[in-house]
């Protein structure tokens, strides 16, 4: 997911998803995504992951390195 200027947000919380939305950054297909990757971090889920699937090896990018390649969704700053 990527901010206002391009930069791609690695971590965010539910406040800042929140935000995004109401600043018009998170819009049109990208609100079912985080929508569901929020709920499930509400709902018990310690981290969801948002990637792009047409980067080469996305999910292993995401889940084996520092940097990964997406967005990591979590419920607040202690998770």
Request: proline share 1%; glycine share 12%; with cysteine.
């Amino acid at each position: 997911m990527l901010d206002k200027e391009g930069n791609l947000l690695t971590g965010l919380t539910a406040a800042r998803v929140d935000a995004l939305i109401a600043d018009g950054t998170i819009s049109g297909g990208m609100i079912p995504k985080i929508s569901t990757a929020l709920e499930a971090v509400k709902n018990g889920v310690l981290t969801s992951h948002i990637i792009d699937g047409r980067v080469e090896h996305a999910l292993l990018l995401e889940v084996l390195t520092n940097e990964g390649v997406g967005t990591l969704i979590r419920a607040n700053e202690t998770c």
